[in-house]
């Protein structure tokens, strides 16, 4: 029998989409199934469908060898120290020059107090490049189209102070992107993120994963105004897609820079003012410069193809699965 492994997602989440490819790659070894536990007991979750307790689409963590939630909070699981023995947990690792995504390996200790100097994976998502992949888009004018894709409402973008400022520049045409956006935003939130001026340059958004493509693929630069630790899967995506990238938080858009497939703006000083403008000088610099825009985009692309494919990094996640599995039947 495979080892079963829960992965519990955070919906609507990119994330989903990522772990499907670990899904992919991985699913000769090891039966994944991505799902919540329903409230507790677990024991005859399937029957309890009928009194409306629970959902089908459901599942007993007791019926897996491994789990791996989304995040390092978001294991739903009562009580958690039941399983604290089976959990694999994934930490993003903000100090890391590579903004590295860090494993620890099934522990009996809490989340909370696991990471320390646990013994730990450093693992890398891939890029499908042949998803994210350059092709032409048509455009309705002749402005350079400055893109932000995510969630704009996350207050450590400062949509405000660093992205908004770039509708100054002349011959440059703002694309929003959010990845969501609430009926519910209240005035003050609007507010805090640019206020009309952000309303007025969202064209879409709210696209799941084989919608990203396109949308990049609309952007001739692509920002990410993100001055602390995130995921920055985007950035991959972007650069694969062709599109140079203007980016200030460390970890791959610092690496995408150096090896010339983007600019890195460093604001680990987090001087607003100093970053706004050195970002509005980069965008400025690839706006007037096609020559460049398309030599960046080639090296971007190239990068990714070279660093990031999911090929190159599988075989660090199927260590870690093992490693894992290992661990828990110690416990």
Sequence with gaps: MKPRILIIPARRHILEA???????????????????????????????????????????????????????????????EKYYHKMVLAFLEPGSAHQDIKIIGATNKPCEDSFG??????????????????????????????GFLGNIQTPRRYMKELFMPLKELEGVKLDIYPSIWHKHTRPDEIENMGGQAVIDNIV?????????????????????????????????????????VVSCDPGVGKELAETGGGIYIDAKDRDLVRVAKEIKEAVAELAGDKGKREEMGNKGRKFIEENYTWEKHIPAWRKFFRKGLENAKKM
Aim: charged letters at 25%; hydrophobic letters at 35%; glycine letters at 8%.
């Design 117 to 146: 100097d646990a013994p730990h994976h450093k693992l890398r998502f891939g890029v499908d490049t042949s998803l994210f992949a350059p092709f032409p888009q048509a455009k309705r004018d002749g402005l350079v189209h400055v």
């Design 204 to 244: 879409g958004g709210d696209v799941w994963n084989t919608g990203l493509p396109n949308i990049y693929n609309r952007m001739d630069i692509y920002v990410r105004c993100d001055i602390d630790a995130g995921n920055q899967l985007s950035i991959g995506e972007a650069a694969a897609c062709g599109v140079p």
């Design 18 to 80: 990522y772990y499907e490819y670990i899904i992919r790659y991985l699913g000769d070894e090891f039966y994944f199934e991505q799902g919540y536990p329903p409230q507790p007991p677990y024991k005859d979750i399937k029957k309890r469908v009928w009194t409306g307790e629970t959902s089908p689409l459901e599942k007993n963590p007791d019926d897996f060898d491994l789990i791996l939630p989304h995040f390092t909070t978001h294991f739903f699981l009562d009580p958690p």
